[in-house]
């Protein structure tokens, strides 16, 4: 008898001795059902999912069938996982999928100075060559949505300090940033409670998705802003805390600053550069 026999006949002698145990621990295999992904050699990944057996060995079937009817030159294998991946986002195989794969890489090996490994997050290294092929596919193919961002690393240590962000939306960590910075409805005079987290200068117009360029808004202060004459700016002036001048349709100025911090009503004393610093940390989303 081989491996398999050997555990079927296993498995049958289980099922007659205590047929209610093996129920029971079936009922509660299927609560454990996952997919999980890993890295595989060559940059490519194996991609597991634990289903219940009826769905596993339907998925399968299906995925064969698929297999069986196609004859375009490719094997069956690669019939089977190009059906996968087509039936699972709804798209091609060979069409860039809309999901966000964070790929990290200096810019000496975007632009071929360097052969350093770039990164892919929750998969790991990959070569440098690899990487650019990545990102001149998404830059040439005009249905690809890719974005590309600047991080910055400190010189000495290489630690991550600052992201620059090309999206529209302000990214989670961004958003948690400035809603604890302005706390309140940065209009001036409006003090409600922030629900919209605005481009100061619009994003259509050029307007950075930053710190900087990120407002706390209640949601009829975010609507209003929007009406013909509305104009908002903000300000950097050479101080920690961020200000904004709204300009109303009447022509009237005011000047919006976000509220202080819990604890520094005691003036400290301090170097240009620390504040220089301080301005530049106040620009950090990547937490």
């Not at 999980?36 to 057996?53: F, G, H, Q």
């Not at 091609?92 to 490994?117: F, K, M, Q, R």
């Not at 908002?232 to 002036?237: F, K, Q």
Request: aromatic fraction near 4%; proline fraction near 7%; charge should be positive.
């Amino acid at each position: 008898m081989g491996d398999a026999r050997v555990v079927a006949a296993a498995k049958t002698i289980a099922y007659r001795l205590d047929p209610h145990a093996v129920v029971d621990r079936a009922s509660h295999a299927e609560t454990e059902r996952s997919v999980s992904i890993r890295p595989a050699p060559d940059t490519m990944t194996y991609l597991t999912a634990l289903l219940p057996v009826a769905q596993g060995v339907s998925v399968y079937a299906a995925l064969r069938r698929a297999a069986d009817t196609c004859a375009d030159g490719r094997s069956r294998g690669q019939v089977m996982a190009d059906a996968l991946v087509e039936r699972v986002t709804g798209r091609s195989a060979a069409v860039p999928t809309p999901i966000a794969v964070n790929l990290v890489l200096s810019d000496e090996s975007l632009v071929g100075v360097s052969n350093a490994p770039a990164d892919v997050c929750g998969y790991g290294p990959i070569p440098a060559a690899v990487a650019r092929a990545l990102v001149s596919g998404a830059v040439n193919d005009e249905r690809s949505r890719a974005t590309l961002r600047r991080l910055y690393a400190h010189p000495p240590s290489g630690a991550l300090v600052a992201m620059e962000s090309r999206a529209r939306l302000f990214p989670r960590g961004l958003a948690a940033f400035i809603g604890l910075r302005d706390q309140r409805c940065r209009t001036p005079y409006c003090d409600a409670p922030i629900r919209h987290l605005d481009h100061a200068r619009p994003w259509a117009a050029g307007g950075p998705t930053n710190a900087d360029n990120g407002l706390g808004l209640c949601e009829r202060c975010n609507y209003v802003k929007e009406v013909a004459g509305w104009a908002v700016r903000p300000e950097v002036d050479g101080t920690a805390r961020h200000t904004a001048e709204f300009t109303t349709p009447t022509g009237l100025r005011y000047r919006s600053g976000a509220p202080p911090l819990p604890g520094s009503s005691v003036r400290i004393e301090i170097s240009e550069m620390e504040v220089a610093v301080e301005i530049a940390f106040s620009g950090l989303h990547a937490a």
